[in-house]
């Protein structure tokens, strides 16, 4: 479009600064639409950017020689000519950016759209923690697997199962908190856009993963035979070198587990669902293929089951670090971290570990006062806390999507609390409906087909009695994980450990009671329900109190996250 020259009622003082000689074909080529007010153009051309104040904050203004005219346009166009005169004069300064300013913004990155109606919202929650199910599901799913495939030929071996379980699978969820670490440093890497830093937060988590996976190898290598026994009693040494089995072949495991562990919470703090899920998927499939064959058909045992979810772990590991790669970040460079970086990790990972193992403890503590009341009562808790660990891992993707969208609503430049409200909102909406669901399928399971996990009435029988309690504690489950990763990525912390701390000894104490008085395995099951209502209605108050990380204009102190710098980001 054309400039059209006009006659300014004021003067502009021009001042004619050295040119650069590099710059004079771009600014002729660019001037090629503009409308000279004097027929001839000096030889002496000399152009500069000059700025005034008015209604728009910046304005280039081209000057030539005093004996020129000067350059100017209609007001009704002038907000699109000054666009496209700022954007390619080669004086228009570029925005700063930081020197390692590699990483691009992803449509996955953007902030989460709070101003959308509910559905909407929920729609965006499913599409990002729908993939997300699956890497949940992955582990139970195994275990679960072992359990309805040992349960068909020994009731022995089915026993052996719980406390093997405890040093296999609840012993390795102690370790979530590699997990969280993970993808809070990388998404605060990933918040500024320094795709150097993001490689060396992976590189010493994927240190401290594998120093944990060795350590937890030798652990159940020298130390699991006696371990076991001081878990199962006196009363039941005959399950533990059928336990001692199991737990033999899956340690091999270990460094695999916790390795991939860290790739997969590292592509999930980039808002990578799909490609950890598409490594468990083959995993799970490997999984259940090993115990058809070793099982099934070769008669392996517990031994086979072991073999067969071992060797899908290592699978799914490297599977994970694979896309990892695929990202553009080497997972097999491994680096020690500095003591600052180590305290910094121990920090941030020192509650979480506190409140994760209280949880572990009390699910154990379940177990071990379940496997003193004989085979058949730990049998039937067997199939029971598999199932519901299955059922429970639905809610973990709501505990994600808050850890992955909340810190930028909280502490990011666009900070709005009203929009974490709302997002909060619509994850209790789906946990409210998830929990429901989940509580009929998994109470309908048990009831209608317990003989998919084994054949023994007297198991059955057990199984029955508690199958009201089971459904209460199932439903709460999604609501709490929305809750508390909330707290989670507000970092608060503290609360959170202290709240599980003491949840777990408040029930540890009822535990207690309801073994010495006779109650028996349903007994245990209603120590679990308080545990988990307690959990709900402790993190409710906290998110609804005026002081808590929604409502708090103040969220330095429960937070250590570096505020200048994020708005800088």
């Given at each position: ?24 074909s771009h600014l002729l080529s660019s001037s090629k639409n503009l409308r000279p007010s ?124 719980g406390p093997g379980t405890v040093l296999c699978d609840n012993m390795s969820y102690v ?395």
């Amino acid at each position: 479009m054309d400039l059209k020259t006009l006659s300014r009622h004021y003067h502009i003082p021009i001042r004619n600064p050295i040119f650069k000689p590099h710059c004079t074909s771009h600014l002729l080529s660019s001037s090629k639409n503009l409308r000279p007010s004097s027929s001839r153009i000096s030889a002496n051309l000399r152009i500069s950017p000059a700025t005034y104040s008015g209604r728009r904050s910046r304005l280039i203004t081209c000057c030539i020689s005093p004996s020129q005219g000067i350059l100017s346009e209609d007001p009704e166009i002038a907000n699109e000519n000054v666009e496209k005169i700022t954007s390619d004069s080669p004086f228009a300064q570029p925005e700063e950016t930081p020197e390692e300013t590699e990483v691009a913004v992803s449509p996955e990155r953007q902030e989460f759209a709070g101003d959308r109606s509910i559905w909407d919202q929920i729609l965006e929650i499913v599409k990002f923690s729908g993939p997300a199910t699956g890497l949940w599901i992955c582990g139970p799913l195994m275990s679960l697997i072992d359990t309805a495939v040992i349960g068909q030929g020994s009731s022995l071996e089915l026993a052996a199962l719980g406390p093997g379980t405890v040093l296999c699978d609840n012993m390795s969820y102690v370790f979530m908190f590699l997990s969280i670490a993970t993808s809070n440093m990388v998404a605060t890497s990933l918040a500024k856009r320094d795709k150097k830093e993001v490689q060396h937060q992976i590189s010493i988590l994927l240190f401290v993963g594998l120093t944990c996976g060795i350590l937890m190898f030798f652990f159940m290598r020298f130390l699991g035979a006696w371990a076991l026994t001081a878990f199962a009693g006196p009363k039941n040494v005959h399950i533990v070198p059928a336990a001692n089995k199991y737990v033999q072949i899956r340690a091999l495991a270990w460094p695999a587990v916790l390795v991939g562990w860290v790739a997969q919470s590292a592509s999930l703090g980039m808002k990578d669902s799909w490609g950890p899920l598409k490594a468990l998927a083959v995993a799970s499939t490997v999984n259940i293929i090993g115990h058809v064959i070793l099982c099934s058909y070769l008669g392996y045992g517990i031994a086979g089951a072991a073999w067969a979810t071992m060797v899908s772990q290592v699978i799914s590991a490297y599977m994970m670090i694979q896309a990892l790669n695929d990202k553009g970040y080497n997972a097999f460079a491994i680096t020690a971290p500095s003591p600052s970086e180590l305290t910094q990790i121990i920090i941030l990972a020192a509650p979480v570990f506190l409140t994760i193992s209280s949880k572990v403890a009390f699910y154990s503590l379940i177990i071990y006062f379940a496997t003193s009341m004989g085979t058949v009562t730990v049998a039937a808790h067997q199939v029971l806390i598999q199932l519901y660990s299955m059922c429970v891992v639905w809610g973990e993707p709501l505990s994600q999507t808050a850890q992955s969208f909340m810190p930028e609503l909280m502490y990011g430049a666009n900070r709005s609390l009203a929009k974490a409200r709302m997002l909060l909102k619509s994850l209790v909406i789906i946990g409210a409906f998830l929990g429901l669901i989940l509580g009929t399928i998994g109470t309908s399971i048990p009831l209608l087909f317990p003989g998919i996990f084994t054949s023994d009435p007297k198991v059955i029988q057990q199984m029955h009695k508690v199958l009201i309690p089971f459904f209460v504690a199932l439903c709460v489950t999604p609501c709490t994980h929305s809750f508390e990763g909330t707290l989670l990525a507000g970092r608060d912390l503290k609360f959170i450990s202290l709240t599980m701390t003491g949840c777990f000894g408040l029930g540890s104490l009822l535990l207690l009671l309801v073994s010495s008085r006779g109650y028996g395995l349903p007994g245990c099951w209603c120590a679990l329900v308080g545990f988990q209502w307690a959990r709900f209605i402790l993190a409710l108050r906290r998110l609804i109190s005026p002081d808590g990380v929604l409502f708090s204009d103040d969220l330095t102190r429960f937070s250590n996250y570096n505020m200048g710098k994020l708005k800088a980001a």
